[in-house]
């Protein structure tokens, strides 16, 4: 699924997608930032760690990552996952 509209609510600390097919889905900066998909991130989910994201944590990196991902950074400095189209479809359908 493609992402036709990207809308960064900082102060709510929400990214808010709508779809190709028209449907929308806000995730939290918080949920993206514990959903992130880079190598060191995978490895310490894997080892049962709990990355940290609270709710004060934003986005402070939002970028096209090719034509089916973005790349996104957050105010904790991490600023190294990918993120599918694909991915986050999967996140939001297990967000809801
Ligand atoms: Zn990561």
Redesign the pocket.
Known sequence: MNIEHIENRARSGVLAVRWSDGSEHAFTHADLRAA???S??RALRLAGVAIEAPDTLRLTVIEPAGTNALNLGFSDG?A??IYPFAMLANLAAALC
Do not use: I
């Open positions: 992130c998909p880079c060191g991130c991490h190294r996952g």
